[in-house]
Structures are given as C-alpha cells and as structure tokens.
C-alpha cells in the first residue's frame, strides 16, 4: 500500500460539530496517515473521536483552549504500532511502527507561536531526534511556525534562532522537504495567509520532511486549500516498505582476459572447422 500522508492545523477541532466536518474532510479525501495540530483536547476526547474515525488516533494534549497534536492512521492501513512517545506534551508527538519490513518514525510537531520559546522547543525536538535511530525512517510533518528560506515567506523570518536550530535538524538527520524538493523553482505557494491592517503575510509553515535514503520513495506532494481552517493542507504520497532486491544476474569480469594466470587455467578452444 502506498500511503497517502498529510498535515493540518485544525485551529481547534474541539467543537464536536467542527470536529466531525474536520475528520469528514479527511476521510473523504482517503488520507492513510494525518498529523493534525491546535486539536485543543484533553483526555476526555478520545472515545469521541474515535467513535468518528476508528481505533487509531493518538494524542498528546495540552488544554482544551491551546495547542494539542493528534496522528490517526486510517482503517486500511494497520501497521504494528512499537511504542508512542510525548517528548513535548501538545507539541511533539511521536510513533514507531512497522509496516511492510520497514521501521518509521513518524513525528507530528507543533512549534510554539510565541517566537522567544521557539529555539528552546526545537533544542528539545533536536535532543529527541538524537535518541531515534538514525538507520530507520524517519517522517517528520507538522506546523513548525518557522521558514528557512526568503521565498517561503513574505517577510522577515521573526525567529531565526529557531531557524537555524530547525536547520541543523534538517541537516544533521539528512531530511528533505519532500514538496519543495518536487517543485524547486515554486515561489507563490504557501500554506497560512495571515491578513491584518490591510496587509497579508504569506507563508509556507506546514511541511513534510522525509529522510533522504527513502526520498525516491516519494512519488507525489501538493498544498489544497482546506476547509474549516487558515491554513492549507500538506500531503505527500509515499511508498513505505522496506526495498526488494531486483533479480540477479551473473555478470563477466572482463579485465580477467588480461590475466596471463587466468586465460592460460583454461585448455584452448578447438576451431569450429574441427568440431
């Protein structure tokens, strides 16, 4: 199967009625695997929320007023959940699974939107990271309130300390942003359109990265338009299972004829006159 992936920061999926057009949404749209943040719960949402999507949704919440990340896993696809971790409550979240003879990480992040807590949070995610193996794959998705080039956004970058710490992530874990990496030379898509005074700030903070080793394993990516929410939608399709061998085939070494030791172990060849 290859899974259809994507994230959303709901502004709050709280409201039972916004909830339930949020996950409709979803649904119809045949996402296997959804980083959703802002998802405003609390542990008393679970049954609800799953009543409405299934058995596979996982949260790290906050309150019911700020924050909360959720990843839910869609009825068709199934793979063995080894372990969820909250390495920062509301904001990190994080499953290893195993699906199709391949270990992934998924981590779904929610940056802070105040910019001075913006560089510690992502000194925490670093740390984080470190602790995941480094040989299994790794998919991290979610709104990280930060841009790391000019043409992501229409102004000035507001925290680059956290920049250059999600910088270094990126660098260090060999992760690449799977949609600018299929559209390099795009400059007008963004992902949160903020208008006041008369003025509108562009920019693109919703994103996938994928480890680089799995990266030709990403067939397809795009930014929709989504309903019930300021910001847009961030998918990527991606086969993940482990590679096969292809067929092997037994191949010459030619520079062998140069070697007087090797040609001469053979006995001569007789002319096709004698046969």
Known sequence: MTPLIATLNTRGCRMALR?????SYLWEGGYSVVFLQETHTDPTAKDSWRLEWG?????????????GVATLFSPNLRPEVLGVTEAVPGHLLH?????EGLVVNFVNIY??????????????VSNFLGTLDSHECLVLGG???????????????????????????VEYHSLIDVWRDHFPDDTSTFTFVQVEAHRSHHSRLDRIYLSRFHLSQAHSSAVRPAP???????TITASLHAERPGPAYWHFNN????DEGFVTSFPPLCDVGEV
């Open 19 to 23: 909830r339930s057009q949020v996950l």
């Open 55 to 67: 058995d596979r949704v996982y949260f790290s919440h906050f309150t019911i007023w700020q924050a």
């Open 95 to 99: 499953l290893r699974v195993h699906m």
């Open 111 to 124: 940056a802070p939107t105040t910019s001075p807590k913006r560089p510690q949070f992502y000194q925490r």
């Open 143 to 169: 709104d990280f309130n930060t841009t790391l080039e000019e043409r992501d956004r229409s102004g000035a970058e507001l925290s680059p300390a956290a920049a250059n710490f999600l910088r270094e992530i």
């Open 228 to 234: 019930f929410s300021d910001h847009h939608l961030a």
């Open 255 to 258: 520079s062998l004829l140069e």
